[in-house]
């Protein structure tokens, strides 16, 4: 993910970054609080912001939406709770390779994750083992 800066050159948001403010800025969605931060510097260029301060800008933009507890577009979703649910702890912008480590960092801190609209409740990639002659003993025991 790129921004354009004031001399026309991109800032290239690294993946440490956006895991950083994910645990900073929990009351918002940083993914889309990115994209609009990145298209409100496509549409002003006289304000766009150089080198030097745009990791300042990214700052103080997701610090607002923080304190706001997410954009505007999340109000105007009422009855829809779900789908910013989703889209604030969901994973599919992770890198093939990150994606244990995102998704332990989201269990320990919110009991879970999203992932291509499913919820997760255990590590990326890790298989749940159930052992099958406790299973058909309950299974039994149930029976009775």
């Not at 954009?71 to 709770?81: L, V």
């Not at 960092?105 to 609209?117: C, Q, R, S």
Request: proline residues 2%; contains cysteine; charged residues 35%.
């Amino acid at each position: 993910m790129e921004i354009i800066l004031k001399d026309g050159s991109y800032y290239e948001i690294q993946q440490d970054d956006l895991l950083s403010w994910q645990r900073t800025y929990t009351d918002c969605n940083v993914f889309h609080e990115i994209n609009a931060a990145r298209e409100w510097s496509e549409a002003n260029p006289s304000r766009r912001k150089t080198k030097r301060g745009i990791r300042r800008f990214l700052n103080a933009w997701l610090s607002k939406a923080h304190k706001l507890k997410g954009s505007p577009f999340i109000y105007t979703q009422e009855g829809k709770t779900n789908k910013i649910e989703e889209s604030m702890h969901d994973i599919s912008w992770v890198e093939e390779e990150n994606r244990l480590e995102t998704s332990k960092w989201y269990i320990k801190n919110k009991g879970f994750y999203f992932l291509d609209g499913k919820k997760y409740t255990s590590p990326y990639g890790v298989k749940k083992v159930v052992n099958l002659s406790e299973k058909i003993k309950t299974l039994k025991e149930n029976k009775k």
